[in-house]
């Protein structure tokens, strides 16, 4: 009987892969965008003020109850920049999404993929003007942009350019990947 059920099984699966064709040759559709922003910082400025970004929509926005966003920024009485993740801002009622961040070596223009592996989900990050970060943001609930994706996950890059301490500015770049699963940040659509 467990023959049998094995058997069931092993062909079920090749009937999946064969109909859905080579899962491992999916191909990117939309190129790869690189945005400037700038926003404030979630302290010292109202709260009406933009102090977050919203990866897939890739734009800068507000910080509210409904956790519309990926990440949100700081400015630390030290003068220092701190990114944090969505769940250590504002805690949604249904969960906030894991949003992975991590360092990355080399100049924003450098960075032309994401890492693999090595994303922090449970703290935030002090960056420092010309440093990278790469940003794994998940969307694959229902009704989401991933949600029948391979890789549930869209990576972006961020690069802090500069920040104004008396206005409480901050000022970046942002690399973006439109396509689930692929982790390119080179110019046009990605092939990986």
Same mark, same amino acid.
């Given at each position: 009987?467990?023959?049998?059920?094995?058997?069931?099984?092993?062909?079920?699966?090749?009937?999946?892969?064969?109909?859905?064709?080579?899962?491992?040759?999916?191909?990117?559709?939309?190129?790869?965008?690189?945005?400037?922003?700038?926003?404030?910082?979630?302290?010292?400025?109202?709260?009406?003020?933009?102090?977050?970004?919203?990866?897939?929509?890739?734009?800068?926005?507000?910080?509210?109850?409904?956790?519309?966003?990926?990440?949100?920024?700081?400015?630390?009485?030290?003068?220092?920049? #701190?990114?944090?993740? !969505?769940?250590?801002?504002?805690? $949604? =009622?249904?969960?906030?999404?894991? @949003? *992975?961040?991590?360092? %990355?070596?080399?100049?924003?223009?450098?960075?032309?993929?994401?890492?693999?592996?090595?994303?922090?989900?449970?703290?935030?990050?002090?960056?420092?003007?010309?440093?990278?970060?790469?940003?794994?943001?998940?969307?694959? #609930?229902?009704?989401? !942009?991933?949600?029948?994706?391979? $890789? =549930?996950?869209?990576?972006?890059? @961020? *690069?802090?350019?500069? %920040?104004?301490?008396?206005?409480?500015?901050?000022?970046?770049?942002?690399?973006?990947?439109?396509?689930?699963?692929?982790?390119?940040?080179?110019?046009?659509?990605?092939?990986?």
């Amino acid at each position: 009987m467990k023959a049998r059920l094995a058997l069931l099984a092993t062909m079920c699966v090749v009937i999946v892969l064969n109909a859905c064709g080579n899962v491992a040759s999916l191909k990117a559709t939309l190129p790869t965008t690189v945005d400037t922003l700038s926003l404030w910082a979630l302290s010292g400025t109202p709260p009406s003020y933009p102090s977050a970004i919203s990866i897939v929509a890739r734009q800068i926005v507000r910080v509210d109850g409904f956790a519309a966003f990926d990440i949100a920024f700081d400015i630390d009485a030290k003068g220092k920049t #701190v990114v944090y993740p !969505v769940k250590l801002v504002v805690a $949604s =009622p249904s969960g906030s999404r894991q @949003i *992975g961040m991590q360092k %990355v070596s080399g100049t924003f223009d450098q960075v032309l993929t994401a890492p693999s592996s090595g994303f922090e989900t449970d703290s935030s990050l002090v960056m420092a003007p010309g440093e990278v970060l790469a940003i794994e943001s998940p969307h694959n #609930v229902s009704g989401d !942009v991933c949600q029948f994706a391979v $890789s =549930p996950n869209l990576y972006a890059k @961020i *690069g802090l350019d500069s %920040v104004n301490l008396a206005t409480r500015i901050i000022y970046l770049r942002m690399g973006f990947d439109p396509n689930c699963g692929f982790r390119s940040f080179a110019t046009g659509i990605p092939t990986s």
